[in-house]
């Protein structure tokens, strides 16, 4: 529940009142973020509030969506299944825990976001990628431009685009907006062994499990 979080009840009724299908309107959720994100400070301070009075249950629920990538700590605020975007709040780990893997390779996502850093800065690199056409897989990369974003930055990725962040300052915190997946799939390479992968995750897997056995 969001009703103690003016700011992002304001977002999600803001996002709901479009009537849009909004994984294929997601200029117009980058539109309503970006003017959101421009209103006066005190985001930070409502989340802090809100998750300094979490319920057992709420916090219960609030586990069980999140996860730990190799990089960040990633924590779901919201996500009915009702809505067609979800709420997450992404923490960095200090540079000394990274380990290799998804999060700091060259990669896209099934999704569209939006983010905004509420705290620290990164280095944020964008990528165009050439791909092998019989696998689809990812057999070379270029950086197109490499950004040193700080607090306060926006950003938008659409779920086509490849992207890495190769260095946070800890304690690093960012709050995204997420679409609904609209890839069945996702892509990364790694630029030290050169080798591209991809990525499905296992609900999508689950509906041929059967078949495989």
Wanted: some cysteine; charged content about 25%; overall charge neutral.
């Amino acid at each position: 529940m969001l009703t103690r979080l003016s700011p992002l009840t304001r977002l999600s009724a803001l996002l709901r009142s479009t009537d849009l299908p909004l994984a294929q309107h997601w200029q117009t959720v980058d539109e309503i973020f970006r003017d959101w994100t421009s209103r006066p400070p005190g985001l930070r301070d409502d989340l802090r509030r809100h998750l300094e009075s979490l319920s057992p249950d709420e916090a219960s629920a609030v586990l069980e969506r999140s996860r730990e990538t190799t990089t960040h700590f990633a924590w779901c605020l919201l996500d009915s299944p009702t809505d067609p975007f979800s709420f997450w709040l992404h923490e960095y780990k200090a540079p000394a825990d990274w380990r290799e893997g998804y999060a700091d390779s060259v990669h896209n996502h099934r999704y569209h976001f939006c983010t905004t850093i509420l705290r620290g800065n990164y280095v944020h690199e964008r990528y165009s990628t050439l791909r092998d056409q019989p696998s689809g897989l990812i057999t070379s990369v270029r950086l197109r431009r490499s950004t040193l974003c700080q607090t306060g930055a926006v950003g938008v990725m659409y779920a086509d685009e490849f992207h890495r962040i190769p260095e946070a300052t800890e304690g690093t915190m960012t709050f995204l907006v997420k679409s609904r997946p609209v890839s069945e799939f996702s892509l990364s390479y790694d630029p030290k062994t050169g080798i591209g992968h991809r990525h499905v995750p296992v609900e999508v897997r689950l509906g041929d499990l059967a078949g495989r056995i």
